[in-house]
């Protein structure tokens, strides 16, 4: 499997309060999509974690030999410091 020279993908947001919204995210060092984000809050203690769901897209038709372009994530909690 090639990969190509990518670090980032565009996660997108599916629910809760930043539904809708698109972020850039680097890749895990191992080269696969990030398991989960916890995405600063519009407060300094607090954070909405995201996690991962099945929804995928790559750039081209040949997803077997990229990384994807897109990963969608669903809000699971508020985190609170």
Avoid: N
């Amino acid at each position: 499997m090639a990969i190509t020279s990518t670090t980032t993908y565009t996660a997108k947001l599916t629910d809760g309060p930043l539904e809708g919204t698109t972020i850039a995210t680097e890749f895990l060092d191992a080269g696969v999509p990030r398991p989960r984000l916890e995405i600063p809050a519009g407060t300094s203690s607090k954070r909405y974690l995201y996690v991962r769901s099945s929804g995928i897209e790559f750039a081209s038709d040949d997803s077997s030999d990229e990384r994807p372009s897109a990963v969608e994530y669903r809000y699971l909690e508020a985190i609170f410091d």
